[in-house]
Each structure stands twice: as C-alpha cells, then as structure tokens.
C-alpha cells in the first residue's frame, strides 16, 4: 500500500486531463495507480466528484465500476424542451481560486510538523461564525491543536476521529474568519487545503457576485490573499436545491451538522448532545430538526417510486 494516503481532487482530475481522450471510461484500479494511494482512498474522493458534478459512473459488472469526465453527449435530452439533462440539473457559477502564504507560514511557525490538511465540509451557524470539519495529515493531534491556538479566529476545536495516517476534527470559527467570506456571497466552499507552503480555497460563486468585492473582503482577513484564477463552470444542483427548498434553515443545518460531524458513521463520532451544544440549541431541538429533515429526505428520493408503478433501476 502506498506510504502517502492523500489525494486532491485536481490530482484526479488530472489523470482524466492529461489522457488522450480524457472521456474515456478507467476503473479505480487504474486511477488508484495513477495518483499512487489505495483504491479505497481514491473511491471515496472519486464518489465525492461524482457528487459534485465533476465524474460521471457506473457499475461494469458484480462488482466493478468505472469513471469518466462528462461530456454533452453524456446528457440526455428533454423532448418536451430540448434542454440537456446537464442544463437541468446544474447552474453555471463562477468558479474562484485563491491563494495565501502567510495562512500556512502561522500554521508551519507553530508545528515543525510537515503536515497537510483538506476541508471536508462547511456548517454556518445561526448567531455568526461556523463549524469546519477538516482532515489533518502528517502531526500529532495535540500538536495541531497548538496549531489552532495561533488563529485568533478559532473560537473551539474538537477531535471527530484518527487513524494511523489522518484525524478528523470540528473547529468552530467565528464570523470573521477568512472561509466565512464565501457565505457573504452567497458562494460555496468547493476545496481548501493548507500545506507548508500555501493555503488554497477554491469557492464557487453566483454569476453575479462581484469578483472584486470577493477578493477585498479576503484581503480585510488575510492581507496577502490573491486571486489565482477565474472560469466559468458548471456545478451540480438540482437535488441538493431540491432538499435545501424542501427543509428549514434549521433543519438544513442541523442535518449538515449531522452528515459532516460523523453522527450517522458507527461508532458515532459526535452525539446529538455534541452537536446541541454546538448548534446553541437543546438536545431535543437537535432531534427534532434532524427527525424532520430525515423524513422530508427520505420522502424526496421515494415520493417518484411511489407514484410509479414500474421498476425503476439505480443503475
């Protein structure tokens, strides 16, 4: 098994990339080999594209599955409209790429550590700030969270879970931390990682966010934050507005809060009390808000299996 257990989403991508023709179907095995890690690391950041909009899947066999770059062909067509499946069920964003040295100069200044961490997801809380669930490399627990202690804008962090190569933890910010600047436009974190050298975010934007007025609010938190690059993409939505419109603000959240500090992994990484306490509220209005968005969840991906009396496949 390969010493080093990480792999970047653009790492993948770039296996696809740099192919002759970079559509072409490749097995796990194929890609695991490619990026150098274990099959099983690279399955799960290859669901997490697929999740994204980023691959396309589907399962060869009993039980092999391949992987491949969309295309426009890959998108059926609606005969009652003629719009694509992809125009569907994706939106074109402005896609943001940002960079800053002095993040990971504090972080390297306060650990000897050659460590590397990765964003794993996002919760914004109701009075300001938010919860951060990140994957840590290469250092102790404890001494990441001496690391921590350098960031004023770190208000509390908790360990979620280890492994020999990696920890995940929880840090809760406050709302003038520099990822909180993505929410102000009504962006969405896509990828950030820190490593000896740099911080990179990448954040996905409306079309009419004001590029300028990003970059300002980066540079009142970290004043050497630049802007790497800017493209157009397109960015799967369509079942994840339809959940978000279906759900409360407080049930979205308290979902979230659920999915991404390992309340549904076995054993339990977090507990509804945990995560209360968290959220500011009580244990019972956790469950209560967690109960609901479970059920509209659940009736959201069955109510089209309900109404139709053929066999659907998930393939």
């Not at 309340?263 to 507990?271: E, G, I, K, L």
């Amino acid at each position: 098994m390969p010493a080093d257990q990480r792999v970047t989403r653009d790492q993948v991508l770039t296996v696809f990339e740099d192919r002759a023709n970079p559509h072409e179907p490749m097995a796990t095995s194929e890609i695991a080999d490619a990026v150098d890690v274990a099959r099983r690391t690279v399955y799960d950041k290859l669901e997490q594209l697929v999740a994204e909009g980023f691959l396309e899947s589907k399962k060869v066999g009993a039980r092999a599955r391949v992987w491949w770059l969309p295309t426009a062909a890959d998108a059926p067509t609606s005969a009652a409209t003629g719009a694509s499946a992809l125009e569907l069920t994706s939106e074109h964003v402005r896609e943001l790429e940002f960079a800053s040295e002095s993040v990971s100069r504090m972080a390297s200044a306060a650990s000897d550590d050659d460590f590397h961490t990765e964003v794993d997801g996002i919760v914004p809380l109701d009075g300001g700030g938010q919860l951060e669930y990140w994957v840590v490399y290469g250092i102790d627990p404890n001494a990441y969270f001496e690391v921590l202690d350098t960031f004023p804008t770190v208000r509390d962090a908790r360990l979620l879970s280890t492994t020999s190569e990696q920890f995940r933890l929880e840090i809760e910010v406050t709302e003038d931390s520099l990822m909180s600047i993505f929410a102000q436009f009504d962006g969405r974190l896509a990828y950030a990682t820190i490593d000896a050298d740099t911080l990179t975010m990448i954040g996905e934007f409306p079309m009419t966010a004001d590029v300028s007025e990003v970059v300002a609010a980066g540079r009142e938190v970290v004043s050497d934050l630049r802007l790497v690059s800017q493209r157009l993409v397109y960015s799967s939505r369509l079942f994840r507005h339809l959940v978000e419109d279906d759900l409360t603000d407080r049930q979205w959240t308290a979902l979230q809060a659920a999915y991404y500090g390992g309340y549904f992994n076995w054993p339990r990484d977090s507990t509804g009390d945990e995560l209360a306490t968290r959220l500011g509220v009580t244990r019972q209005t956790f469950h209560h808000h967690l109960r609901h968005a479970e059920a509209r969840l659940c009736r959201k991906l069955l109510e089209g299996v309900e109404h139709d009396g053929d066999a659907i496949s998930n393939e």
